[in-house]
């Protein structure tokens, strides 16, 4: 990904894509300590828009308080800094990373005194779990790995640490021939995904795993359970067993990589008729119709670049 044309907003300004790097004494590569966000900007009537970009961005911000990091720009500098890379790039449409990082001053533990840097980078990325995914059903399997703690990295923040635990519940799937994995918190019940939030609907409600299930506070998450209620859909957000999945009519990932992913199978047992559900369809769908500026009611969620 580093040897290609194009823009990243690194420290203040453009640099050259070939030319955004880091020492290899750069503290969070050694340690894990920063934070980052995944955003998308899609196709829409009126040209690109960032979709939930304020809310992106505010998470960025809060992620970064949590890890005691201060970002050495505004809120509204890290926001413009979107728009000006994905206009630099001329993208139509791109899946966007933020990340704040610690520098390379010291390599002690201690992240106090030490540089903070911020970068922005847009580049086109297609379905994140495929395209056949989104229309049929990804198989997944519920994880030998357990999901951290919320007192262990700290789970409102969307931290690279957090990561490890999520890679390695992924490869585990996908070493196994499965597409994605599902995590249980340190009590059993049911997280999210390695990349993504869960939903469940069962008997026409709508379920999904509240947060101190350590699930990540996901902007899909809320996106989709704001439009179940435009849909005349309950949301309960509950603590949720694995056989609950099992016998569910649908469950279905949510994020802004995976968007909304039906899952067809879990440890290889069907999940209602195997394929996308009609409900799971209708979110998807109302889903798509937000994020292209289709539906007019949500168009503050859209910043065009
Ligand atoms: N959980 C995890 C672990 C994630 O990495 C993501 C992707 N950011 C999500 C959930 C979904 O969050 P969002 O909808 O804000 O992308």
């Given at each position: 990904m580093d040897d290609r044309d194009g823009k990243i907003w690194m420290d203040g300004g453009l640099v050259d894509w070939r030319d955004a790097k880091v020492h290899v004494l750069t503290h969070t590569l050694h340690y894990g300590c920063g934070v980052f966000e995944g955003l998308r900007a899609y196709e829409t009537p009126q040209g690109t828009a960032i979709f939930r970009l304020d809310d992106h961005t505010r998470r960025l911000f809060n992620s970064a308080k949590v890890l005691r990091l201060k970002v050495p720009f505004s809120l509204e500098e890290v926001i413009q800094a979107h728009k000006d890379v994905v206009r630099a790039n001329n993208?139509?449409?791109?899946?966007?990373?933020?990340?704040?990082?610690?520098?390379?001053?010291?390599?002690?533990v201690s992240s106090?005194?030490?540089?903070i840097h911020v970068m922005?980078?847009?580049?086109?990325?297609?379905?994140?779990?495929?395209?056949e995914g989104l229309a049929k059903g990804i198989s997944?399997?519920?994880?030998s790995f357990t999901h951290h703690h919320v007192n262990a990295t700290m789970t409102k923040a969307k931290s690279v640490s957090n990561?490890?635990?999520?890679?390695?519940?992924?490869?585990?799937?996908?070493?196994n021939g499965f597409d994605e994995a599902i995590m249980l918190d340190p009590t059993g019940y049911v997280s999210e995904g390695s990349g993504e939030n869960l939903f469940v609907v069962s008997k026409g409600v709508v379920y999904t795993p509240d947060l101190s299930s350590g699930a990540l506070d996901g902007i899909t998450r809320n996106t989709v359970i704001t439009l179940c209620g435009d849909l005349g859909l309950k949301v309960v957000e509950k603590r949720m067993t694995r056989d609950e999945l099992y016998v569910a009519d649908e469950v279905f990932f949510t994020g802004t990589a995976a968007e909304?992913?039906?899952i067809r199978a879990i440890d290889r047992i069907e999940i209602g008729a195997g394929s996308r559900g009609p409900i799971t369809e209708k979110i998807q769908k109302a889903f798509?119709?937000?994020v292209h500026g289709r539906n007019a009611k949500y168009a503050s969620w859209l910043s065009l670049i």
């Open positions: 993208l139509k449409s791109c899946y966007i990373r933020p990340l704040v990082w610690v520098g390379s001053e010291s390599l002690g106090k005194g030490q540089t922005v980078a847009p580049w086109s990325w297609g379905t994140y779990l495929g395209e997944v399997m519920v994880s990561y490890t635990n999520s890679i390695l519940a992924n490869r585990e799937a996908t070493d909304v992913t039906p798509f119709d937000v």
